[in-house]
């Protein structure tokens, strides 16, 4: 240990502090980064959940499809519950950060094309949906009603406001319907390879995250734009009485002609998303996505100056 009487020159002085501020940036950056890994893995769980219980209507198991709301309270039904509960109240928070992120920075590059902008849309609305659900768990753990949970329907709320119907539509074409396209042209294209890690894998881990990341996106597009078909049926004819979203979706196929094996099917491409969402949590580049956010919070005017590069 250097003796702190002996005279060091003012170089090595300067040397030492600029080292320990590169330092502190470098371990709370590879905080975050652990942070929101773990947001995509929680969301795979509720996404496999989600999907399982699907698979146990359409196998008549279940009086009707269980609901990510539902979910989330069976979770805290289990064997030290509340120590779930608290883990996944982590996970939706930093997943809910996770959206916000990639809507205001863009840190992936989406851009201001027609594309980009819903895209970004859609990720407004994911992360107000699981703000919705990191509400419930938060209510859950305070040891608010757990029996019968239901998701609020802000659709038949905002139907009642003037132009809530323009409103309505505007989410449900642009959210989610488009949003839902949008995910299976990007699931077919393979385009979202470019945001995993492929020089870190096998030859193996690259066929199956190339089959993994094609089913999973196809298949919450499809619930996504069902979704967003549903929104804009409300808008024009009332709200519907199954729900928005995930559970809407499904709720809406049960009722259809064949809705069991409708239902089955999506069940299997909801599992699979949980799947890809849990490994993309190792997969996924993160680098300038860390940085958007370290930007953002230091110089939030140039974080949001649209300047595209190179994935990290």
Do not use: C, N
């Not at 294209?189 to 870190?200: A, G, N, T």
Request: hydrophobic residues 50%; positive net charge.
């Amino acid at each position: 240990m250097p003796d702190p009487h002996v005279h060091q020159p003012a170089f090595l002085k300067r040397a030492t502090r600029a080292g320990g501020r590169r330092a502190r940036p470098h371990l709370r950056h590879a905080g975050l980064e652990r942070l929101l890994r773990f947001g995509l893995f929680i969301r795979g769980v509720i996404y496999f959940l989600s999907g399982m219980f699907a698979l146990e209507w359409a196998l008549g198991r279940e009086r009707q499809p269980m609901t990510t709301a539902g979910v989330i309270d069976q979770i805290g039904r289990q064997r030290l519950g509340t120590s779930l509960l608290v883990v996944v109240a982590a996970g939706l928070t930093a997943y809910a950060a996770w959206g916000i992120i990639r809507a205001v920075a863009d840190p992936v590059g989406h851009g201001h094309s027609p594309r980009g902008i819903v895209l970004r849309v859609g990720y407004v609305m994911s992360t107000i949906g699981y703000i919705g659900l990191l509400v419930l768990t938060i209510r859950l753990l305070q040891g608010g009603p757990a029996l019968h949970v239901q998701p609020w329907d802000w659709s038949a709320e905002v139907l009642t406001r003037p132009f809530g119907g323009v409103m309505v539509a505007a989410i449900g074409l642009a959210g989610l319907f488009g949003s839902g396209l949008a995910q299976i042209v990007t699931g077919l294209r393979h385009s979202f390879l470019k945001d995993l890690q492929l020089e870190r894998m096998g030859r193996r881990e690259r066929r199956w995250a190339v089959a993994l990341g094609s089913v999973a996106l196809v298949a919450r597009g499809i619930v996504y734009s069902i979704a967003g078909g549903m929104l804009i049926a409300a808008a024009l004819h009332g709200p519907s009485p199954y729900g928005t979203g995930l559970e809407g979706a499904l709720g809406q196929l049960a009722h259809r002609p064949f809705g069991r094996a409708m239902v089955a099917l999506l069940g299997l491409g909801l599992t699979t998303f949980g799947i890809y969402s849990a490994l993309t949590s190792r997969w996924m580049r993160m680098r300038r996505i860390v940085s958007a956010v370290a930007e953002l919070a230091t110089d939030p005017v140039h974080a949001l100056t649209p300047h595209p590069g190179p994935p990290a």
